[in-house]
């Protein structure tokens, strides 16, 4: 199994309230993702990183910021949650442009999900 | 902008019957395309990744195939056991890495004992 960490796994909180998600990886790969999962909508994605302070946008990234310091941590921030933001939010990592002598795979590996409940 | 459709969107059969899931994408210009497992309350997991220069990959009973001229993946399951009811998911990565992934809504699957 890839060394992906999520915490916490379940939270709740209140309308209005900052919350923070953190993804840790033991892998050293370069990318790093947060998606959010929800019934009849799949997977989307909300930010991605492509290397330390490098971070873009994703197709649902209105609400929501990252960070990420170092190649193992990439936090995802809630700056003030609402009760749309409740979902299940996975991060996951990939390899791709590593390797030695050649492109990675580019073989994706996800972390076990951090449930999030807005009241 | 690529779209990936799984069908059937959910399945029921009994044990020890083989079957197809199938995923098909709209642009034909992949880098790879990846299976997932995803049991309820979990993460997903890794089951095969096929390369846009590959036809196929075998993992034990599971068999996918890759033919990036029709837009089509099928994910094969052999001899299917309880255990493997799960849902089903196929990402491809149009562009590099980033966000070029884009996932199919995953196939229900629950295979009757």
């Known amino acids: 199994d890839a060394g992906i960490t999520q915490s916490p796994r379940h939270k709740v909180t209140e309308t209005g309230t900052p919350v923070t998600l953190r993804c840790h990886q033991t892998?050293?790969?370069?990318?790093m993702y947060w998606y959010r999962q929800d019934p009849g909508h799949g997977l989307r994605l909300i930010h991605y990183?492509?290397?330390?302070?490098d971070t873009d946008k994703g197709e649902v990234s209105d609400g929501y910021s990252v960070s990420r310091s170092k190649t193992e941590d990439f936090l995802l921030t809630l700056e003030s949650a609402t009760s749309s933001q409740t979902s299940v939010y996975f991060c996951?990592?990939?390899?791709w442009g590593m390797g030695q002598g050649a492109t990675s795979t580019g073989e994706l590996f996800f972390g076990e999900g951090s449930r999030l409940t807005v009241l | 902008k690529q779209e990936v459709t799984q069908i059937p969107a959910a399945l029921s059969v009994p044990e020890g019957e083989n079957l197809v899931l199938n995923c098909s994408f709209t642009?034909?210009?992949?880098?790879?395309l990846q299976w997932f497992r995803q049991d309820p309350g979990k993460g997903l997991t890794s089951l095969l990744l096929?390369?846009?220069?590959?036809r196929e990959q075998t993992s034990g009973r599971l068999n996918a195939s890759l033919d990036k001229s029709s837009g089509r993946s099928t994910l094969y399951i052999a001899a299917s056991q309880p255990g493997d009811s799960a849902t089903y998911l196929c990402?491809?990565?149009?562009?590099?890495?980033?966000?070029?992934?884009?996932f199919g809504k995953g196939t229900h699957l629950i295979i009757q004992p």
């Open positions: 990402a491809v990565n149009s562009g590099g890495g980033a966000d070029g992934l884009t």
């Open positions: 642009d034909s210009a992949i880098y790879n």
């Open positions: 096929i390369q846009s220069s590959q």
């Open positions: 892998e050293n790969h370069r990318y």
């Open positions: 990183s492509y290397g330390v302070k």
């Open positions: 996951a990592i990939n390899a």
